[in-house]
């Protein structure tokens, strides 16, 4: 039996909520387009290597664990492929998944709590310096990150759901 996430009256979506996610994930945006990290090494040169491969439809065999990250690779390729060969591009899909973050933690902390508690969750994540730096590098935690909070605010929906 799944404890209950949702409390028993939800606070109804209105446009002041809409008004509100769209200056966050605007201060969010900004902050880690200003803040852009970039390409540092590491890992993201075995995405990047694997990104491009599949990008020009070479699908070659790889023994190293981060080769074989589709989450971050087939997305990774997508945007190369689309956009050309440029680390903007290359970053892409962490930075969208780092502000799709923040949209969805101000929509489960709006379900769970209400517009201030949602406010204030959502601009704590959307200005906290890792989760800005992590945006603008090449690696699987901010899609990982994204997922979870998914995976989560679809239980959310779920056990609601459940319920009615």
């Given at each position: 039996?799944l404890?209950?996430?949702?409390?028993?009256?939800i606070p109804?979506w209105s446009k002041?909520?809409t008004?509100a996610?769209?200056?966050?994930?605007?201060i969010a945006v900004?902050?880690?387009?200003?803040?852009f990290?970039g390409?540092?090494?590491?890992?993201?040169v075995?995405y990047v290597?694997?990104?491009?491969?599949?990008?020009?439809g070479?699908?070659?065999?790889?023994?190293?664990?981060?080769?074989?990250?589709?989450?971050?690779?087939?997305?990774?390729a997508?945007f190369?492929?689309?956009?050309g060969?440029h680390?903007?591009?290359a970053?892409?899909?962490?930075f969208?998944?780092?502000?799709g973050?923040?949209v969805?933690?101000?929509?489960v902390?709006?379900?769970l709590?209400?517009?201030?508690?949602?406010i204030?969750a959502?601009?704590l994540?959307?200005?906290t310096?890792l989760?800005i730096?992590?945006?603008?590098?090449?690696?699987?935690?901010?899609?990982?990150?994204?997922?979870?909070t998914?995976?989560?605010?679809?239980?959310?929906?779920?056990?609601?759901?459940q319920?009615?």
């Open positions: 039996m404890m209950q996430l949702t409390p028993s009256f109804p002041s909520d008004l996610l769209f200056v966050l994930l605007t900004l902050l880690r387009a200003v803040f990290t390409f540092f090494g590491s890992d993201e075995t290597g694997v990104a491009s491969e599949i990008a020009r070479e699908w070659g065999t790889h023994y190293y664990i981060g080769s074989n990250r589709y989450g971050v690779n087939l997305p990774l997508a190369l492929a689309i956009f060969m680390e903007w591009a970053s892409l899909w962490a969208l998944t780092s502000a973050e923040v969805l933690v101000y929509w902390a709006h379900r709590a209400g517009r201030n508690t949602a204030a959502a601009l994540l959307s200005t310096p989760h730096h992590l945006a603008g590098r090449i690696m699987a935690d901010p899609p990982l990150a994204f997922f979870i998914l995976s989560f605010a679809l239980l959310l929906m779920a056990e609601h759901r319920k009615a």
